[in-house]
C-alpha cells in the first residue's frame, strides 16, 4: 500500500521560511515522480512544484518560482520542499503526492496523496 506522510508545517511569519519533509513507502520507488500541491480555504487544489525520479528536473508554479525548492532522496525515499520568503497568500493545506507516469500526469492529477500538513503565514 502506498503511503505519504507530510511533516514540518506550522505557523510562520510572513518573510520566513518552512522546510516540509514527505515519507514515502517503500512502493513509491524512486522511478516514481514526486511533488507538492497546495490548496487553500475557499479555492482548488493546485500544483506546487514537482521533481522527476532522478532529481534531474524541476517544476515550480509562478507563484512560488524563486522562493521554494524542491528536491528528494531515493535513498531515503523522501522528498522535500523548502519554503523561503513566504507570503500570507502561501497559506494552505500542503500534500505530497507521487506517480509512477511522469511529471505531465502528476500535474494534471497524481495517483497518489498524503493527507496533508497545514502552513499559515501570517501578515
Known amino acids: 500500500q502506498v503511503r505519504l506522510v507530510e511533516s514540518g508545517g506550522g505557523l510562520v511569519q510572513a518573510g520566513g521560511s518552512l522546510s516540509l519533509s514527505c515519507a514515502a513507502s517503500e512502493h513509491v520507488n524512486a522511478y516514481y515522480t514526486m511533488g507538492w500541491f497546495r490548496q487553500a480555504p475557499g479555492k482548488e487544489r493546485e500544483f506546487v512544484a514537482g521533481?522527476?525520479?532522478?532529481?534531474?528536473?524541476?517544476y515550480y508554479s509562478d507563484s512560488v518560482k524563486g522562493r521554494f525548492t524542491i528536491s528528494r532522496e531515493n535513498l531515503e525515499n523522501t522528498a522535500y520542499l523548502q519554503m523561503n520568503s513566504l507570503k500570507p497568500e502561501d497559506t494552505a493545506v500542503y500534500y505530497c503526492?507521487?506517480?509512477?507516469?511522469?511529471?505531465?500526469?502528476?500535474?494534471?492529477?497524481?495517483?497518489?496523496w498524503g493527507q496533508g500538513t497545514q502552513v499559515t503565514v501570517t501578515s
Open positions: 521533481v522527476t525520479w532522478d532529481g534531474g528536473m524541476k
Open positions: 503526492t507521487a506517480d509512477s507516469r511522469g511529471i505531465d500526469n502528476l500535474r494534471g492529477g497524481p495517483d497518489y
